[in-house]
């Protein structure tokens, strides 16, 4: 079994029918909004994305649609692999988010 590289991101929506949810789930973070009360903190994050959700599909829609994050982040992981084995280190790479498909959990579960 070789070693394993996880690179892990923010994550971002990857089409614009992706916002809502990713706001929501963004949102519900309580890392991002930190109110303790889990029922309040969803309360927040279903109404902060209700409301930003247009506004924030038309900046998504200007830069192609939806976020760079997955691709760029991919690659980063592709270049990794790449430099890591050019120096004799065969390495698999995987690639998590915290806010979006693939989630950590998904990462985790391919290693």
Not at 2 to 17: A, D, I, M, Q
Not at 36 to 53: D, E, N, Q, S
Not at 58 to 65: D, E
């Amino acid at each position: 079994m070789k070693p394993g590289v996880l690179l892990f991101n923010l994550g971002g929506p990857e089409r614009l029918s992706d916002v809502k949810p990713f706001l929501y789930r963004l949102f519900s973070d309580p890392e991002i909004v930190r109110v303790k009360w889990t029922p309040l903190r969803k309360a927040l994050a279903y109404t902060i994305a209700t409301v930003r959700h247009k506004t924030s599909k038309g900046y998504y829609r200007q830069i192609g649609g939806g976020s760079p994050l997955r691709r760029v982040t991919e690659e980063q992981a592709r270049a990794l692999a790449a430099k890591l084995k050019s120096r004799g280190r065969d390495v698999q790479t995987f690639v998590g988010m915290c806010t979006w498909h693939p989630f950590l959990d998904e990462a985790v579960e391919d290693i």
